[in-house]
């Protein structure tokens, strides 16, 4: 019954991971025996089950798997299920899980209590089977549409990156994390080299087809769970890089070079290239240095445009002189 993936490490800001084939539910009781028949009979309902027997437990589990819904009993030595629902609608990471309470047989105050708190629903004790699968059920359905509804306003349209309201949300709290943590931060902004041209040469429906390919290009040369690859804008990129240093970005970087290139889209009027090329700006920040988020995104925005300037098709980066890292070292730096 159990056998959900363990995301582990540190709560991820993103969710763009596959959806699960059948929902998580956390079912968190303090007696053994409720747990059992939850899982007797719960075992055909097309979801996944994880038990906690302990409030302390249910809400490790509950940060560590992210379920889908949580049953979440009231009455528990240690940490209540009132404190439990209280601690997960206060991390903005866990709010949107739904709660149903398991309650004792119809006492009101318990109930508007655990709905004051935030649960979306109860079920009362001894409960009936048929209400609370049903219930249960419901709320799955609507969490599943909440989350369609997040992942579509958090991605852009064209390339299915992450859009650049998702990049503000993920940048800042990262920020804040590095901050906290004394983490290094990577940016990397990413351009399309000379992209008009493409269009007036290619076609606008061409241009759109190859946003796409540097898209998933730019997305498949950062894997950890925290990097994030957004659409900034146009033709623009940007890569949110947590825990790397400039080395380790210097080395994504290179990777994203190799990666727009290997794409042998053509482009005749590409003065960097004969086929789409990119050019890179590249910020770190590690910890201790002063200045702002603001001051970052400046940073790498600064050295993209010296990439522009010194020929397309390369990158720059902390402590590069004025010609950068050249993508293809063969085509030559002479700007038209
Ligand atoms: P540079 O090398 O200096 O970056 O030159 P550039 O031509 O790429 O830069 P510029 O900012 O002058 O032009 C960007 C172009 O990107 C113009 C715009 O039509 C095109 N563009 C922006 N968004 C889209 C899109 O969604 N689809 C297509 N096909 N083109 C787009
Ligand atoms: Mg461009
Ligand atoms: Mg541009």
Not at 48 to 74: H, K
Not at 91 to 99: F, R, T
Not at 144 to 151: G, P
Request: glycine fraction near 8%; charge should be negative.
């Amino acid at each position: 019954m159990s056998g959900a993936a363990h995301h582990g490490g540190e709560p991820m800001t993103m969710h763009f991971a596959n959806p699960r084939p059948a929902p998580l539910v956390l079912a968190v009781d303090d007696v053994p025996a409720n747990l059992d028949v939850l899982v007797e009979h719960l075992h055909r309902e097309d979801i996944e089950l994880t038990v906690a027997i302990s409030g302390e437990e249910g809400l490790a589990l509950a940060q560590e798997l992210r379920p889908d819904l949580i049953l979440l009993d009231v009455m528990m030595p240690g940490m209540d299920g009132f404190e439990v629902c209280r601690r997960l609608k206060a991390d903005p990471e866990l709010a949107d899980i739904p709660v149903l309470f398991l309650t004792a047989a119809h006492d009101d105050v318990e109930i508007e209590r655990g709905l004051a708190l935030g649960a979306v629903d109860y079920v009362s004790k001894p409960f009936s089977l048929p209400i609370l699968k049903a219930r249960m059920h419901n709320h799955l359905a609507l969490k599943r549409k909440s989350d369609e509804l997040a992942q579509l306003a958090s991605t852009d349209g064209l390339t299915r990156v992450a859009n650049r309201r998702q990049f503000d949300i993920s940048f800042e709290s990262e920020w804040l994390r590095a901050q906290r943590h004394g983490r290094a931060l990577s940016l990397i902004v990413v351009d399309v080299d000379h992209f008009k041209r493409f269009n007036d040469r290619y076609g606008h429906a061409e241009g759109d087809q190859c946003l796409k390919r540097v898209a998933e290009a730019l997305s498949s040369c950062s894997r950890r769970p925290g990097d994030l690859v957004a659409r900034y804008g146009g033709e623009e990129f940007v890569a949110l890089l947590p825990d790397t240093d400039a080395v380790a970005a210097r080395a994504i970087g290179e990777k994203m070079l190799a990666a727009v290139s290997a794409l042998a889209i053509a482009h005749a009027d590409n003065s960097a290239c004969c086929n789409v090329s990119v050019s890179l700006g590249l910020a770190t920040v590690v910890p201790g240095e002063p200045g702002s988020a603001a001051d970052l995104l400046a940073s790498a925005d600064r050295r993209l445009y010296r990439a522009k300037a010194a020929g397309r098709n390369r990158m720059i980066g902390d402590g590069d002189g004025d010609g950068g890292t050249a993508g293809d070292p063969r085509s030559g730096g002479e700007a038209r």
